[in-house]
């Protein structure tokens, strides 16, 4: 039996202070929307709905164009807490009889590995959900458990008291849940609470109360779990999935002279026993073939670039070819529509 998947993208982003809405924010050259809708269609997960807000048409028409018809879209209006959000894909789910995996849409951190643990726990469970702990976990739902160490409930920051804001563990957010208990199990949720809303966490109290299995998975990664909230969180999400992706990059053959001070986008692809300088730029579809020499501080944005080329620093280079064995710069412009043969030199 298939997994279904929600994916959660109607907030407003207000500490973003932007008019674009907060999951189109860049990551690595990519809306952070993408990473988590892209780990659920690898994972398998169907269907999966994306929840978006009245004025989401952004969103819908970014996701549409990238993923086809392979996601579902429920609108939530107005916006009533995360719980809501949940009730009003309903319909859009359809009959749904498995499991059902809830990811935020502002976690573009959010790894692989981390939604596999979940989906382990999850198997013999009603509700599992993936929790860490932080030094500082203001603003976050404490997850409070019970003398014996088992979850007792979640409780949200501004409806904590002043002992239940000294636990460190808290709810990332991330949820696998049986289907044919949590619609059940939200219907009953009240929104007695300080902001007047409908917690999707008050699920893991109902289940309790219910007698039903809760099952809390620790992760030690806390940043990969964390939503990006401000633009604070949104750089220290570019950085760390910089970061990453120079990782991917040095473990198939490629020299990085300064991994923290090269910056690439999300569908850059670099062929072994190259060797990239610091300061350079990479965006767009980049292609960049074996033994080739980069910078530094070159910028490069939708170029192929075959084997054996060197570019030489500060040259900016732009939805252009180079053949095999040609030299660059420095300081060359290549413009949109340029094409350098083999061994041509600039």
Excluded: W
């Excluded at 893991?204 to 099952?215: C, D």
Aim: proline fraction near 5%.
């Amino acid at each position: 039996m298939k997994t279904a998947c929600l994916i959660l993208a109607a907030g407003d982003g207000k500490r973003m202070h932007s008019s674009l809405p907060k999951v189109l924010h860049p990551v690595c050259d990519q809306p952070m929307i993408a990473y988590p809708v892209s780990i659920a269609l690898q994972r398998g997960f169907s269907p999966v709905v994306v929840v978006i807000s009245k004025q989401g048409r952004l969103v819908q028409d970014y996701l549409t164009r990238r993923f086809g018809d392979r996601l579902r879209f429920a609108v939530q209006d107005p916006p009533r807490g995360t719980g809501h959000a949940v009730m009003v894909a309903k319909q859009v789910l359809g009959s749904l009889k498995g499991k059902l995996a809830i990811i935020y849409g502002d976690v573009p951190l959010l790894a692989a590995k981390d939604l596999s643990a979940l989906v382990r726990a999850g198997r013999n469970s009603t509700v599992a959900f993936l929790t860490c702990r932080l030094d500082d976990p203001s603003g976050y739902g404490r997850v409070v458990r019970d003398d014996q160490g088992r979850v007792a409930a979640i409780i949200e920051h501004r409806d904590a008291s002043p002992s239940q804001r000294r636990i460190d563990e808290i709810n990332a957010g991330i949820y696998l849940v049986d289907s044919r208990f949590v619609f059940k199990a939200l219907a009953a949720v009240k929104n007695t609470n300080a902001q007047g809303e409908y917690y999707l966490t008050d699920l893991i109290a109902e289940a309790r109360r219910l007698r039903k299995s809760v099952r809390a998975v620790e992760r030690k990664a806390a940043q990969a779990l964390l939503g990006v909230n401000t633009h604070a969180q949104l750089a220290a999400a570019e950085k760390q999935m910089n970061r990453r992706l120079a990782g991917q990059l040095m473990a198939r053959g490629v020299s990085l002279i300064d991994p923290e001070h090269t910056y690439l986008g999300n569908d850059v692809k670099v062929g072994k026993d190259s060797v990239i300088f610091p300061g350079c730029f990479f965006s767009g579809r980049v292609r960049i073939g074996s033994a080739c020499r980069i910078g530094p501080g070159v910028v490069i944005k939708d170029a192929k670039i075959d084997k054996a080329v060197e570019i030489k620093a500060y040259s900016v280079l732009e939805s252009c070819q180079i053949g095999p064995g040609a030299i660059v710069g420095p300081f060359a412009r290549l413009r949109p529509g340029a094409k350098l043969a083999a061994d041509a030199r600039v």
